[in-house]
C-alpha cells in the first residue's frame, strides 16, 4: 500500500528536462540543479509541496500585472509573460532581466507549473559576464541610424518600455535589443541562449504518469 501511495504522489522526479550535458550540482527533493562547464549558467527543476501563489493561470493581463510589480520591486523588468501548453499542462513562462553590479544583465527565464496543492518551475539563470552591452551598443546604433530611437536631454527616446504596458517606468525596462529577432545575430548572448534552451525544454519536458492523477491548479 506505501508504495502504490508514493506511485500517485507528486515529486521532484515527476518531470524531466534535458539537461544538455551539464554537471549536476544538486539533487534534493526540492530541486535538481545542473551547471555548464564554465559555471556560468544554471538550469534547475524546482518541486514546491505547497499551494501555488499564483493570482491565476487563466488570466495572463492579470499574470503580467503581477509579476510586473514582483520584478519591479527587486529594479527589474519583464520581457515575456505569457501561458503556454506543455503536452496538455497549463503553464507560466517567464522571462525576466536584472542588472548586474556594476555592468550588465542577469536573465531569469522560468517555466511555472501549478497544481492544486503543488508546483513546478523550471529555471535557467543566465549572467552576462566578460564585456557586456555589445548587443545594446549595436542595435542602439543600427535604430538611430534607421530612425527607430531618437535621442534628447533626457535620452533615448523609443529604446525602453514595458513590452505589454507602454505606460509603466519602474524598474530596468526591457529595451529593443531585447526583442528575439536579435537573437540570431547574438547568438552566444545570454538572453540568445535563455531562449533557445528554453525552447528545448518546451519540447522535450517529460511529465510522468502520476502526474495525471494530481488535481490541477484551476484559479
Same mark, same amino acid.
Given at each position: 500500500?506505501?508504495? #502504490? ?10 518531470? !524531466? ?26 538550469? !534547475? ?10 493570482? =491565476?493561470?487563466?488570466?495572463? =493581463? ?20 505569457? @501561458? ?22 542577469? &536573465?531569469?527565464?522560468? @517555466? ?6 503543488? !508546483? ?21 546604433? %543600427? ?12 535620452? #533615448?527616446?523609443? +529604446? ?6 507602454? =505606460?509603466?517606468?519602474?524598474?530596468? #525596462?526591457?529595451? %529593443? !535589443?531585447?526583442?528575439?529577432? &536579435? ?7 545570454? @538572453?540568445?541562449?535563455?531562449?533557445? +534552451? ?10 510522468? %504518469?502520476?502526474?495525471?492523477?494530481? %488535481?490541477?491548479?484551476?484559479?
Amino acid at each position: 500500500m506505501f508504495n #502504490l501511495f508514493n506511485r500517485n504522489k507528486a515529486t521532484i522526479n515527476s518531470i !524531466s528536462i534535458p539537461d544538455f550535458g551539464w554537471i549536476q550540482d544538486k539533487n534534493e527533493e526540492g530541486i535538481k540543479l545542473w551547471m555548464n562547464p564554465e559555471q556560468t549558467r544554471a538550469i !534547475s527543476i524546482n518541486f514546491f509541496n505547497l499551494k501555488p501563489d499564483l493570482p =491565476t493561470i487563466k488570466d495572463v =493581463t492579470v499574470l503580467r500585472d503581477f509579476y510586473r510589480n514582483q520584478i519591479s520591486a527587486h529594479n527589474g523588468g519583464i520581457v515575456q509573460v505569457d @501561458l503556454v501548453d506543455l503536452k496538455g499542462y497549463t503553464a507560466v513562462k517567464t522571462i525576466f532581466k536584472i542588472p548586474q553590479e556594476p555592468t550588465g544583465m542577469t &536573465y531569469l527565464a522560468s @517555466l511555472t507549473i501549478p497544481f492544486a496543492t503543488c !508546483s513546478y518551475v523550471v529555471k535557467i539563470q543566465a549572467p552576462e559576464v566578460g564585456t557586456t552591452g555589445m548587443r545594446d551598443t549595436f542595435i542602439v546604433g %543600427k535604430l538611430m541610424q534607421e530612425g527607430v530611437i531618437t535621442t534628447n536631454d533626457d535620452g #533615448l527616446q523609443g +529604446w525602453f518600455g514595458d513590452p505589454y504596458d507602454p =505606460t509603466f517606468t519602474k524598474g530596468t #525596462l526591457m529595451n %529593443k !535589443s531585447d526583442e528575439e529577432i &536579435y537573437d540570431a545575430d547574438f547568438p552566444n548572448h545570454p @538572453l540568445s541562449e535563455t531562449r533557445k +534552451w528554453m525552447k528545448q525544454i518546451e519540447a522535450e519536458i517529460v511529465f510522468k %504518469k502520476e502526474l495525471e492523477k494530481i %488535481k490541477r491548479f484551476e484559479r
